[in-house]
């Protein structure tokens, strides 16, 4: 059974930072891509960052470049998004998801073999 767990979610000020961390089991980093996307209440789902491992390929949002920064730890099987710089309209539940194609340009991943977290929820209050 593949299962991905997101941690590390909270409330913060505006211009603090959190590390997200998604922990994956059924599934490797090894051979699977990371994407990181979010929604906001009321709002679609927007995609924030991904990258494979296989060749280092990494993609950011236009409104994340600069502040956010996606890893991973593959011995540990764990991904990262390092947020930085936070703003209000950061807001949202944000979700890991192991692919197996990188979902450029939107970075939403969308294939049906696809598979995603449950989500941590990141408030920045102003």
């Known amino acids: 059974e593949v299962q991905l767990v997101e941690s590390g979610g909270g409330l913060v000020q505006a211009g603090g930072s959190l590390r997200l961390s998604c922990a994956a089991s059924?599934?490797?980093?090894?051979?699977?891509?990371i994407a990181w996307f979010r929604q906001a209440p009321g709002k679609e789902r927007q995609g924030v960052s991904c990258?494979?491992?296989?060749?280092?390929?990494?993609y950011y949002a236009d409104p994340v470049k600069g502040r956010f920064i996606i890893s991973s730890d593959n011995a540990r099987n764990t991904a990262y998004l390092q947020m930085n710089s936070l703003k209000p309209e950061d807001t949202a539940v944000y979700y890991c998801?192991?692919?197996?194609?990188?979902?450029?340009?939107?970075?939403?991943?969308?294939?049906?073999?696809?598979?995603w977290g449950q989500g941590t929820q990141v408030t920045v209050s102003s």
């Open positions: 990258t494979s491992s296989s060749d280092g390929s990494t």
């Open positions: 998801a192991a692919v197996r194609t990188l979902p450029v340009p939107s970075l939403i991943p969308t294939a049906t073999d696809d598979y």
């Open positions: 059924g599934v490797t980093f090894d051979d699977h891509a």
